[in-house]
């Protein structure tokens, strides 16, 4: 993995640490996540973009953790699948290449 691909992961754990250690995780303890040092950019963009951070009034923003916890869930399905994908390509090729 890229380092700039581990940077960014880990600033949306960072990210989603800070609303739930603000217990905002439901519309009503929405919080300004400017407040908590979270800048609005690219990586913001993306979580409001996947519905992970959902905005409410006045600009407040909450962490939707079924949501979060479902795309993760689907992520890491979809990683097994290419796995087990390419161990079977690999096996298939390997076979066919045993064949007289």
């Known amino acids: 993995m890229a380092a700039s691909e581990m940077a960014i992961r880990a600033k949306i754990r960072r990210y989603k640490s800070v609303f739930h250690k603000a217990h905002a995780t439901v519309p009503e303890r929405a919080i ?9 950019g690219k990586i913001f963009d993306r979580l409001v973009r996947q519905k992970i951070l959902v905005p409410t009034v006045n600009d407040k923003y909450y962490l939707d953790e079924l949501r979060d916890k479902n795309l993760v869930k ?27």
Request: no cysteine; aromatic share 8%.
């Open 32 to 40: 300004l996540p400017w407040e908590y040092g979270i800048i609005k």
């Open 74 to 100: 689907r992520s890491s399905l979809i990683a097994i699948i290419a796995i087990v994908a390419i161990i079977l390509i690999v096996l298939v090729v390997f076979l066919l290449r045993k064949l007289p």
